[in-house]
C-alpha cells in the first residue's frame, strides 16, 4: 500500500510521485516510524463497531468529518496548501477516509518520505510527532473522519519554522530511536 516516494513539489504533489523502479515501503518501515493503518468496511452493516472499536483503541472521544473539496471548502487552494507544508502536533492524527482519494506523506527514519495512498474504508494513525503532510489526488475531492482525543486542537508547527523545538518532537524521535 505505501511507497517510498520521489520529490513532490507543489506543482505535482496530487500525482503518485513513484520512484522508478517503485520502492514499497512494508508495515514494518511504518511501524518503525509509529505510523499504522488498517480498514474500515463502509459497506459493512457492522461499520459502527469497527469505528467504535478504533474510538476505544486509541482512546478518543471526539469526531468529527471534514470534506476536502473545491466546490465546498472555502479557499481550498491555500488550505491544501497549508496540509501539504511538512508539520507536526501535539496530539496524534487519526483519519478514517469515507470517500476519495489522497496521500499522506510520512517521513522514515533516513529522513525520505513515505507516500501512504488513501481511499475509502482506510484508518491511518500519525502519532504525535511526527513530521507529515497530506494532499488530495487530482480530483480533489476527499471525506475523512477525524478522530480526536479532545476536542479539536489544530496547532501545526512547520518543519522549518518551530517543529524541531517541540518537546513532542523530541518525545518522538526518543520513541522511534529504540
Known amino acids: 500500500m505505501a511507497y517510498f516516494m520521489a520529490?513532490?513539489?507543489?506543482?505535482?504533489?496530487?500525482n503518485e510521485c513513484r520512484l522508478?523502479?517503485?520502492?514499497e515501503a512494508t508495515e514494518e518501515d511504518l511501524k518503525r516510524i509509529g505510523v499504522?493503518?488498517?480498514?474500515?468496511?463502509?459497506?459493512?452493516?457492522?461499520?459502527?463497531?469497527?469505528?467504535?472499536?478504533?474510538?476505544?483503541?486509541?482512546?478518543?472521544?471526539?469526531h468529527d468529518e471534514v470534506h476536502i473539496c473545491r466546490s465546498t471548502m472555502p479557499n481550498f487552494d491555500e488550505k491544501l496548501?497549508?496540509?501539504?507544508?511538512?508539520?507536526?502536533?501535539?496530539d496524534a492524527e487519526l483519519r478514517?477516509?469515507?470517500?476519495?482519494?489522497?496521500?499522506f506523506d510520512v517521513r522514515a527514519k533516513d529522513e525520505n518520505?513515505?507516500?501512504?495512498?488513501?481511499?475509502?474504508?482506510?484508518?491511518?494513525?500519525?502519532p504525535a510527532g511526527i513530521y507529515h503532510r497530506f494532499t488530495t489526488d487530482r480530483s480533489e475531492d476527499v471525506v475523512a473522519l477525524r478522530l480526536f482525543r479532545?476536542?479539536?486542537?489544530?496547532?501545526?508547527?512547520?518543519?522549518?519554522?518551530?517543529?524541531?523545538?517541540?518537546?513532542?518532537?523530541?518525545?518522538?524521535?526518543?520513541d522511534i530511536a529504540a
Not at 7 to 14: F, I, L, P, R
Not at 37 to 45: L, M, Y
Not at 96 to 103: A, P, S
Request: with cysteine; net charge negative; hydrophobic share 30%.
Open 81 to 90: 496548501s497549508i496540509f501539504f507544508e511538512e508539520h507536526l502536533h501535539d
Open 150 to 174: 479532545n476536542n479539536p486542537k489544530w496547532t501545526a508547527f512547520n518543519r522549518n519554522a518551530d517543529g524541531d523545538e517541540q518537546p513532542i518532537r523530541k518525545q518522538y524521535l526518543d
Open 36 to 62: 499504522e493503518c488498517t480498514k474500515v468496511n463502509f459497506d459493512d452493516a457492522n461499520v459502527q463497531e469497527d469505528l467504535d472499536r478504533l474510538i476505544k483503541k486509541y482512546d478518543m472521544n471526539y
Open 96 to 103: 478514517v477516509i469515507k470517500q476519495g482519494v489522497g496521500y
Open 113 to 126: 518520505w513515505i507516500r501512504i495512498p488513501v481511499r475509502r474504508g482506510d484508518f491511518v494513525f500519525l
Open 7 to 14: 520529490d513532490a513539489t507543489k506543482e505535482n504533489c496530487q
Open 20 to 23: 522508478s523502479p517503485n520502492k
